[in-house]
Nanobody
Framework: QVQLVESGGGLVQAGGSLRLSCVAS????????MGWFRQAPGKERDVVAA????????YYADSVKGRFTISRDNAKNTMYLQMNSLKPEDTAVYYC??????????????????WGQGTQVTVSS
């Protein structure tokens, strides 16, 4: 059974930073695109950032451009999301996702086949 496990969430003050990690249980994920999504209470799940299989191409939601950085270390089967200058509106459950077919980053959740359980990020004002 393929598993994605997120970590690194927590409570932080506005302006602070957090780094999320997502570890994949299988090395085959290094061959495909991955992404971070988030869902706030009462809202739909939205893309945050996505990254191509080699990490050379990325996509960012407008709301996080210049503040968040997505990266991956395929040797460690791990994807990261560095979040700086956090705002209260960044509060959400953050999910990592992996494709089994896609090479390029996609902002559409339907393009991803596997999802982690989520990690809570809370930004206080």
């Amino acid at each position: 059974q393929v598993q994605l496990v997120e970590s690194g969430g927590g409570l932080v003050q506005a302006g602070g930073s957090l780094r999320l990690s997502c570890v994949a249980s299988e090395g085959t994920f290094s061959n495909y695109a991955m992404g971070w999504f988030r869902q706030a209470p009462g809202k739909e799940r939205d893309v945050v950032a996505a990254i191509s299989w080699r990490g050379l191409s990325t996509y960012y939601a407008d709301s996080v451009k210049g503040r968040f950085t997505i990266s991956r270390d395929n040797a460690k089967n791990t994807m990261y999301l560095q979040m700086n200058s956090l705002k209260p509106e960044d509060t959400a459950v953050y999910y990592c996702a992996a494709s089994s077919t896609l090479l390029s980053p996609s902002p559409s959740g339907s393009d991803y086949d596997y999802w982690g359980q989520g990690t809570q990020v809370t930004v206080s004002s």
